[in-house]
């Protein structure tokens, strides 16, 4: 049986969840707390990050929560290396709020960051979301990350590097940026909910991202964000 999302006796999804970090309790308390809800299960665990990688690799889990540090190779890496596979989405775990790893972490195209003091009701929640195809980190806390950690690096190539962008497009894009909902952006730009739907659908696909978090983040380093100025 593979760790993606089965069927569970009621004939409700599970989503299958893969946990990764070295300490043994918090790991512990993490596989109670997925066992114990309907609608969850543990598809395995990872002390380190090389295993984490491994076991997502072989049980193709629904969404990975993974330690940021954890010993030899650590989370950022395990992320890099799932991701690449585009077969399960990432929650990073982290003991600090807003810390030097978000950015990195997102910009790899992790669905989000999870604090390690979450109560049981916000990690059931952010991994629903997660396997809903949305990111997990709200609108408020997005627009906070991209001010704080999103300078654009010299001399590397971004996703937008080529791509040719409607005025429209650039104009939903920069509302997402904002920390916008999709309704806000709709009645913002005089559009309709689906139309707004339709424009990110079409931007994950020709930007290769996978979240409205990771489309922010990646406007925000190609300097996408900044009005022109009228001369």
């Known amino acids: 049986m593979t760790g993606s999302p089965g ?15 070295d300490d043994d309790r918090f790991r512990g308390v993490y596989r109670k707390l997925f066992d114990r809800t309907e609608g969850f299960r543990v598809a395995g665990e990872a002390a380190d990050g090389a295993e984490a990688a491994r076991l997502a690799d072989a049980l193709r889990p629904a969404v990975a929560l993974l330690d940021v540090q954890m010993p030899g190779t650590d989370g950022l890496e395990a992320a890099r290396r799932i991701l690449g596979a585009r077969s399960t989405r990432v929650i990073m775990l982290t003991t600090f709020d807003l810390d030097e790893y978000v950015y990195e972490a997102l910009t790899l195209g992790a669905s989000g960051f999870l604090l390690k003091n979450a109560s049981p009701p916000e990690v059931l929640q952010a991994v629903r979301t997660v396997h809903a195809g949305n990111a997990m980190l709200a609108p408020e806390i997005t627009a906070r990350l991209l001010r704080r950690f999103a300078p654009q690096p010299p001399g590397r190539r971004h996703a937008f590097a080529g791509q040719v962008l409607s005025e429209r497009e650039v104009q939903v894009i920069r509302s997402v940026a904002r920390g916008l909902s999709n309704r806000q952006i709709a009645d913002e730009l005089f559009l309709s909910v689906e139309t707004v739907r339709t424009y990110l659908r079409r931007m994950f696909a020709k930007l290769g991202v996978n979240d409205r978090t990771h489309l922010a983040v990646l406007a925000h380093e190609a300097g996408l964000l900044h009005e022109p100025r009228n001369r």
Do not use: N, S, T, Y
């Open 7 to 21: 069927e569970g006796a009621r004939g409700h999804e599970v989503i299958g969840v893969l946990l990764a970090d």
